[in-house]
């Protein structure tokens, strides 16, 4: 290579910040490739509003030429790593492989859905990790509600109206909020649904919903959602999934045809690949975000094990304020490798949480100031405001449009369940 060339994999939150930050750092010294699957940042934290028909999808995909300009935007899905020739090989959209060598390595592959071994599952059952998958859950909303709309048959009509969320975690909770809000809407534009309500269900082992947050925002969030009349589900899982409906852990059977799987994640598959060393399924890194032996790459966000200074001997949370922090913090390490700047720990200080719970309805704790009602959700709309890269205008229109208007219910047909397998992740990946 004539000059340093700095190759991220991943445009997630960890990958898009990194590569952002040493555009600013590197003024053209260093060539810096981003090889993503997509030509955008996904914004996750909004993506239930998208399902819930309060977005248009184009709202929380960022454009990464628009956003990251001087970054070579390379598109394609990383199948292995060289580590010891220091090069990356990558399938482009078109089934065509490439290899493209490094100098530096920023590992920010992200995360897939995480899978249990349950019947059914796995046939019967989508995840909500992307755009086609908020797209597919809005459209099979809609769909089942007019097919609710177009049977006699009272059995299949409740049916229909009934939707199991699994997962009572961060996303989970606000598929079910937005989505209860979105179907009783949709119902309402049926007269022959007069009188029936749709039936939804959040599942959890865990014994409170938010299991990962505080107690209190666990609390606001288990009483929005009962009082809307949501089946807060919790010690209960699925034992197994039919094209019919669910059998539960409490001996239950629910009829229902729609199955949304959101359990959690699990570090992408690349992670394996790469045959680096791994703790809890995630790349171990020191401090500084490197690799034991390999100081050339460093690995951030879900996909990598970052000591938790906050508590040691833990390693942090997948969250997207871990992922923005690591991916800054990489950059600054990359750039301190060639003397700029100095080599800094990964430390993080928590800056709280919010949960939209759609309508006027929220929990919020922004440095552990605990929140509820409309002052949350004021807090939640002004914090994703400002974390958005883009479209922060349009993104208000939307949220303008939606609390004075109705929401769009009509389907496209673009995302059909077949194109949304619950197992995202590349089948196969070959070490190299």
């Avoid at 220091?86 to 592959?109: F, I, K, N, Q, W």
């Avoid at 807060?232 to 039919?242: H, K, P």
């Avoid at 992670?271 to 050339?296: F, M, Q, Y």
Wanted: glycine share 10%; net charge neutral.
């Amino acid at each position: 290579m004539a000059r340093p060339r700095i190759v991220i994999i991943g445009a997630g939150f960890a990958g898009f910040h990194a590569a952002r930050r040493l555009t600013r750092i590197s003024r053209g010294a260093a060539d810096v490739v981003l090889v993503n699957p997509t030509d955008y940042f996904l914004y996750l934290p909004l993506l239930p509003e998208v399902s819930g028909g309060v977005l248009d999808p184009r709202r929380v995909t960022v454009p990464l030429a628009d956003t990251l300009p001087g970054v070579q935007v390379v598109l394609g899905e990383v199948d292995g790593i060289d580590v010891d020739g220091r090069a990356v090989s990558y399938v482009d959209p078109e089934g065509r492989t490439g290899r493209l060598p490094y100098h530096r390595l920023v590992l920010a592959a992200g995360s897939v859905n995480k899978l249990l071994p349950i019947p059914g599952v796995a046939d019967h059952a989508h995840g909500f990790r992307g755009i086609p998958e908020a797209l597919h859950l809005r459209e099979r909303l809609i769909q089942q509600i007019e097919l609710a709309d177009a049977t006699d048959d009272p059995a299949e009509r409740e049916a229909r109206c009934t939707f199991v969320v699994v997962g009572a975690g961060y996303t989970g909770t606000e598929v079910a909020a937005q989505g209860q809000l979105f179907t009783d809407e949709i119902v309402h534009r049926h007269p022959r649904l007069d009188g029936i309500r749709p039936r939804w269900l959040l599942l959890d082992t865990a014994d409170r919903v938010l299991p990962g947050l505080a107690e209190r925002m666990s609390a606001v969030a288990g009483r929005v959602l009962r009082q809307r009349g949501i089946e807060v589900c919790l010690g209960t899982s699925v034992t197994e999934a039919t094209a019919d409906g669910v059998h539960l852990s409490d001996g239950r059977f629910v009829a229902s045809r729609t199955l949304v799987w959101c359990v959690g994640v699990r570090p992408d598959p690349l992670v394996e690949a790469t045959g680096l060393p791994t703790t809890k399924g995630r790349i171990s890194v020191d401090e500084h975000l490197a690799v034991p032996g390999h100081p050339e790459i460093l690995a951030c966000g879900d996909a990598a094990a970052v000591p938790d200074h906050a508590r040691p001997g833990e390693i942090t949370p997948m969250t997207a304020q871990h992922a923005v922090r690591q991916g800054r913090l990489a950059a600054d390490n990359i750039a301190a490798s060639y003397g700029v700047g100095r080599l800094r720990p990964y430390r993080h200080r928590d800056l709280g949480f919010v949960v939209d719970l759609g309508g006027w309805q929220a929990t919020a704790n922004p440095l552990h100031v605990p929140l509820s009602g409309l002052p949350a959700r004021v807090v939640a709309r002004g914090y994703h405001l400002l974390s958005l890269p883009a479209n922060r205008a349009r993104t208000a229109a939307d949220w303008i449009f939606a609390a004075v208007g109705s929401r769009p219910s009509v389907q496209l047909g673009l995302v059909p369940g077949a194109a949304v397998p619950l197992d995202t992740a590349a089948p196969e990946l070959i070490r190299r």
